[in-house]
């Protein structure tokens, strides 16, 4: 197989609870791809704007800041890390501090121009493939990816994994801030959550965690195989 074949590079995009991560990861792991998760790297951006006294609900502020924390993301999917100036972050990120935040930050523009630079580095040194999730992946950071992905879910289904995941919450009001996040990801002007043209959507509302993955892999190996099939036409 040729390295343009093997250096994959996935976009996985959808909003909050559709089993992004979990797939993503597992994605990577089977096709011996590195992962980035992206959404880490707004939260990162998030705590280090709440620990050095940013107003979150100061744009300027923040635009100021934004290219100050030194965010370093792992690709290893089976151990992905991320630190911010070299301080280990991957438990501090997820707080509901920062949760209630994030969306915040990560619409202000200048967030986004350098938390898009990096994501896209990273894809480039990626030497046999990767795998990317978040939410403006296959429209805006790399709008040529290989292969586009789209998983949705229903808000219920999506709010009864998220609360499972956290111990004692309330799967209503788990459903009112996904609701909450989604109008806030989907309307902000700059790189709004959204489907790509040329995305594959997965509905995973009755689907396992294990039938996602394996829909995921098949479709990047025809992707990969498509693609290999096309260079051999082309090299005859």
Known sequence: MSDTVESVIVAIDGPSGTGKSSTSKAVAAALGLSYLDTGAQYRAITWWMISNGVDTQDAAAIATAAGKPVIVSGTDPAEPTITVDGEDTSAAIRTQAVTSKVSAVSAVPEVRARITEL???????????????????????????????????????????????????????????????????????????????????????????????????SLVEEKRSATDNAEKRAAR
Do not use: H
């Open 119 to 217: 994501q896209r580095s990273i894809a480039a040194a990626a030497e046999k493939g990767i795998v990317v999730e978040g939410r403006d992946i296959g429209t805006t950071v790399l709008p040529d990816a290989d292969l586009k992905i789209f998983l949705t879910a229903s808000p219920e289904a999506r709010a009864a994994r998220r609360s499972g995941e956290i111990k004692g919450a309330d799967v209503a009001a788990t459903k009112e801030a996904l609701i909450k996040r989604d109008a806030a990801d989907s309307s902000r002007k700059t790189s709004p959550l959204a489907k790509a043209d040329d995305a594959v959507e997965v509905d995973t509302t009755a689907l396992t965690l294990q039938q996602v993955i394996e829909c995921v892999v």
